[in-house]
């Protein structure tokens, strides 16, 4: 078996059960340390974590953001690298490899790396849409590390240069469409409520030293998407995903995704901001 590499993988749960298994198992063997940091599960995603190995931690779910900020603030992580890995995804057999062969040569001024996501959808992977290029900086020196909340998502911010990696994260979440429904219908809130408030995430080089995750993205959600009457948007972005960037061509897992995700998602977090801005909500 080759030596361990040096690096601290952490994933956060809640209820994962059915996707945990492929999870740990893709990095099992070659990550030095593996963190589970758990909000309070009551199905067997912490008996999984233990039959794994994996070291186990709880804190309350916030948000992603400060749930990630957590990590870096407490868990006795004993690397110069951590890997972010959420419990429906997983670690191809590649880019394990290609993580082990960066780190070992990474300079002292890279501080992050990009890694690209395959998104597997109803069992089927998608291709079009815009989801086979989807980076997410995951790969991080957590000294140099934070974590920005925005919402719905959040965006890492690191101190150093950030380079790419060529291998995939495996994006596959087994679990119901009832679950995915019930998730987003969750951080839905958080998404109006930034909306709502006005809340943005400044892309300012105010420190030329800080590299933001996905800086033109976040530019553009934040100035052109989020300033848009509402109910506009769920329409714009369903048309640019399903049409314009060829989501059609995935057929029917691509069109459930592509309306659920781009459509629907977006029109439940108008509507949210729609019911706070009438002030009917009890």
């Not at 290029?133 to 998502?153: E, I, M």
């Not at 679950?179 to 420190?207: G, P, V, W």
Request: proline share 4%; with cysteine.
């Amino acid at each position: 078996m080759e030596n361990r590499c040096s690096i601290s993988v952490i994933i956060l749960t809640l209820n994962e059960e059915l996707n945990l298994p492929a999870s740990l198992g893709s990095v099992a063997g070659w990550a030095d340390q593996v963190f589970i940091v758990d909000s309070f599960s009551n199905d067997r995603t912490l008996d999984i974590a233990k039959e794994h190995g994996a070291k186990i931690y709880q804190n309350p779910w916030t948000d992603w953001a400060t749930q990630r900020n957590w990590t870096l603030d407490n868990l006795p992580i004993r690397n110069q690298w951590v890997l972010f890995l959420d419990a429906d995804e997983r670690v191809s057999p590649e880019l394990a490899h290609e993580i082990r062969e960066a780190l070992q040569i990474a300079p002292d001024e890279v501080s992050g790396f990009y890694i690209n996501r395959r998104f597997i959808f109803l069992g089927k992977e998608l291709k079009h849409g815009g989801y086979n290029q989807n980076w997410v900086l995951r790969l991080v020196r957590p000294t140099k590390t934070r974590v920005l909340p925005a919402g719905d998502s959040e965006y890492f911010k690191v101190e150093g240069n950030v380079l790419r990696l060529k291998s995939f994260i495996i994006h596959e979440d087994v679990k119901a469409l009832s679950f995915f429904i019930e998730k987003h219908n969750k951080i839905s809130e958080l998404a109006a409520r930034k909306l709502f408030h006005k809340e943005k995430i400044s892309t300012e080089d105010t420190e030329k030293k800080y590299a933001l995750e996905g800086k033109h993205r976040v530019w553009l959600k934040e100035n052109l998407l989020n300033k848009l009457p509402l109910f506009l948007r769920p329409l714009l972005l369903f048309a640019y995903k399903y049409f314009f960037k060829l989501g059609f061509l995935d057929g029917k897992a691509g069109l459930i995704y592509c309306f659920l995700h781009d459509f629907w998602y977006p029109f439940l977090v108008d509507a949210k901001v729609f019911e706070l801005k009438k002030g009917t909500r009890k």
